[in-house]
């Protein structure tokens, strides 16, 4: 099994819709959680963090399921400046960090 | 804040040329990644320092492949020689600890002739 599993999509969304992104991770290790958004041609960018609890931030929602290893992102009424690639990101196991390959996300008007 | 600062932003070499990519982190952060992204293989880590000691370059991929971090301030990511398979974007990260938020630098685009 892969160490992160990410659907490379692209998904391709209306704008106002609600998409969500899974990811799974295989190291049971793995303390900390994070999402972030890479635009075209451009570096990645922190989107936020992943909270045991749950979290959101405005139209974003990251959500951590231990038990069944994987992280989600939801985005409720997408705008086209969402448009773009979001990597799941696992940190933990003698301080590894990995990166998932990405899921693109193209919002459409 | 300046952020993560890298050199050059594009590179062209041929084929057998070293080439040399530079790194300067943000004031504070203990800890430097290098990471290199190609549309087949995604963001894969190359090596990472904390307080300026690598601490796992397993995904260096070869020999070819040197880095150094002198001091809290500068790294390189030496590729001696370079091939054409080497073609991809460099990143430079730095966080506070290995495990904290990544910033990232703009990235250096490397193309081997």
């Known amino acids: ?109 | 804040d300046a952020g993560v600062i890298q050199s050059p932003r594009h590179e062209v070499t041929e084929m057998g040329q070293e080439v040399t990519l530079r790194c300067k982190p943000i004031s504070g952060h203990n800890s430097l990644f290098w990471y290199r992204q190609t549309m087949m293989r995604g963001l894969e880590l190359l090596i990472y320092f904390n307080n300026n000691v690598p601490i796992d370059d397993s995904g260096m991929p070869e020999d070819r492949f040197s880095a150094k971090m002198p001091n809290a301030s500068f790294s390189t990511l030496k590729i001696q020689p370079s091939e054409p398979r080497d073609s991809a974007v460099y990143f430079c990260a730095s966080s506070p600890g290995p495990q904290g938020t990544q910033y990232f630098g703009p990235g250096t685009r490397l193309l081997v002739l």
């Open chain 1, 1 to 109: 099994r892969k160490e992160v599993e990410q659907d490379p999509g692209p998904f391709n969304v209306p704008e106002g819709a609600t998409v969500a992104f899974n990811c799974t991770y295989s190291n049971s290790a793995s303390q900390s959680f994070f999402w972030y958004r890479q635009d075209c041609r451009k570096e990645p960018k922190l989107l936020m963090s992943v909270y045991s609890s749950g979290n959101e931030d405005g139209r974003f929602t990251a959500q951590l399921n231990r038990a069944s290893q994987y992280i989600s992102l939801l985005i409720r009424d997408s705008k086209l400046s969402d448009s773009a690639t979001y990597l799941c990101v696992f940190a933990g196991g003698y301080q590894k960090v990995t990166f998932g390959t990405g899921t693109k996300l193209q919002v459409i008007p």
